[in-house]
Each structure stands twice: as structure tokens, then as C-alpha cells.
């Protein structure tokens, strides 16, 4: 029923590349592979290298080691015909551009040391006060000035029984952006038969810290660069969200979604509810809330109506972001060529809740030196 993916695994090895399995289940399209190619070279000299992890059955997955990017994602519709549906850049200047790094909207890209912002730009921990780099007003988002997004990761590509994986590596030397201690950081990026992106975080640390990692992939499953994402239909597990400031910094309330445009308990139109004049959409312009999850099912679900592309989203977090790209201008022009503007992605961060290490009532992000930090995501693909 799906296209064969163009898989010649003597190719692949003739070029230098490698496939991480051949063996695949008798109904499988083709075997799942991993292959490599030069993607760029940063202002240092530094080439970048860019993965494409294949699932063998019409998943695809380009991983860049700038920032550990997601650079794009293609997965079939329901008549078995392939999109990228991930935001992002053809070539590595997309990502270096004057433009790009004003705007920084983060695209594909990994997260840390702390994924979200964290208020006033510094934490207590063991009664020792760390100020951290404001780059979001006051506060500090999404890591600092030169967060894990724009890191250059050490990459390895992981042999998985019929999985493709990419194991990212990176170490975070101890002060870097003002966040204590040596903090070694793997991210694994592993595509599975099912059409499955599975990301699994760990890092440890030699002294007492705070993180929260996450990606930050903008989606729209009607294909990057086909429009907003308004139609998209949304279903979170969360009762529950966590109230911000003007700012964007959580109040420290957790609040019932009951009643409000955050309510996504049934599956609702991204747009039906978006311009809705309700304190908290005023300051996101739109969604750029955490969720606090409910536990024991998805954390989301997206449906997109015209192309039948169904993402349903698992992890081990207590929460997520759901932001529907309301800071794209239009200033930049994606990977086909099209440009980006308010509303034309979504992203679904899985984390801990944002200014966790200031707010006692919320879950910890503290990591210690005897301890291992482990979390993990899957971004499953299916289409109707
Ligand atoms: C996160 C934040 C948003 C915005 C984007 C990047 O999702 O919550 O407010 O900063 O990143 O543009």
C-alpha cells in the first residue's frame, strides 16, 4: 500500500554510509537504515553532519549535529504519499542567518539546559543563588544565549534490531550560561517500523543542578510551508495548566482548564478558540501554555483533516508546552521554499513545568551527582 522507500543498502555502504539493520518483518516496505552526508560548515570551520534515520516504512527523519536539529521529517498521508511535516532550513545558512538568530524560534531543535524560561533569571539551590543569562526580557529561555540549540553535538549512529537510532552527545562544561556543574548530555533520536521518533534523554552531572530537556519541533501535518495549522485538530490529556504572567512566567498556580480556550480534552480546532479574548490567550497571542498532564493515556493527539496525518504524542514529562507558533513573522523562508508566518507551525515541548526551580509547589528539576536524568518522548505517525 505505501510507496517502497528507495532503500539500496549496497549503495549506501558503497557510499560510505551505513544501514543499521537489515532484517525486516515480512510485510515491512524496506529495511530501517541510517545514512550520512556533509550538510555545512559552520564560521569556525566545524562541518556539519546531517543523518537520516529511515524507518523502511516511509518514515524520515533528517537529524543535523548543529543543535541536534531536527531538520525534517517526512512521513506518508493516507494515500501513502510522503511530507515533511517539521519547519526548518534546506541548508545549515537557514539556521546561521542575521534573520534566524533574531527571530531564534528554536526549530527542531534540542533544548537545555533548562527547556522553557525560568523567571528573573536565576535560581537557588542548596542556598546558593545562580544568575543565569537573560535573554527573554528578564528571564532566561530555553537554555541562554547559546543554548544545547546551537551547540555542535558529537553523533554515533545506534544498531537497533529493526530500529534506526542516533545517539547526540554533548557536554555542558560547569558555568556555561550560569548553570552549575559538568553536565553530560546523550539525546537519542530513534525511528521505529511503526513510524515512531522516539526521543530518549539522559545526562548526569558532577554537581547540583537543575534541567529540563526537550526538542522543539514546529509541526504541520498538512506538509511545511501548506499554511497555518488552524484546522489541525488537538486533544491533550490535561485537565490542568499551569497560569503565566506577562512574561510568560507561571504564576505558580495550577489551574483547571475547565471553561477556558485551554481546554482540549475533546479533540478542537486549534483555531476555533485562538482568538478568544481571555487573559491568558491575550499574553501568549494565542498558545503558549503548560499543560500539566493527566497521566495514564497520550499527551496529545493531532489530527490534520486533509492529509488523514495523525501524530500522537507520549512521555514520561508532567508536562507540555503546546505553543502555536505565534512569534513566525514571515521573515523567514522554510526548507520548500515557502515562507512562515503566524500560526503556520505548532510545537508540543514535553517537559517539566516552566520556573520549576523557583516554584516549590512544582515538580523538581534538580539533578545530583549520584543520580541519572532519563526521560523519554515518541512521536508516533499513523494517518487515516
Ligand atoms: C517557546 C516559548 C515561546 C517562544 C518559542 C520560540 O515555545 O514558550 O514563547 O519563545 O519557544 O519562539
Redesign the pocket.
Known sequence: MRPVPPLAVAALLAGGLMSVTAAAPASAAGASAVTKEPFGTMPDGTKIDRYTLSSGHGMKVRVITFGGIVQSLEVPDRRGRPGNVALGFGTLDGYLSPTYRT????FGAIIGRYG??IGDARFTLDGTTYPLTAN?GKNT??GGAKGFDQRVWKAEPVRGRDSAGLRLSYVSPDGEEGYPGTLRTTVTYTVTPKNELRIGYEATTDKATVVNLTN?TYFNLAGEGSGDIYDHRLQLGASKYTPVDST?IPTGEIAPVQGTPLDFRKATAIGERIRDGHPQMVI?RGY?HNFVLDGGGPAARVTEPASGRVMEVRTTEPGI?F?SG???TGRLVGTSGRMYRQGDGF?L?TQHY?DSPNKPNFPSTTLRPDETYRTTTTYAFSAR
Open positions: 527571530e531564534n524560534p528554536y522553557n524560561r527573554d529561555l530555553h522543539h510568560l501568549g503558549d508546552q505553543y505565534n512569534f513566525l510545537c515541548e516552566p
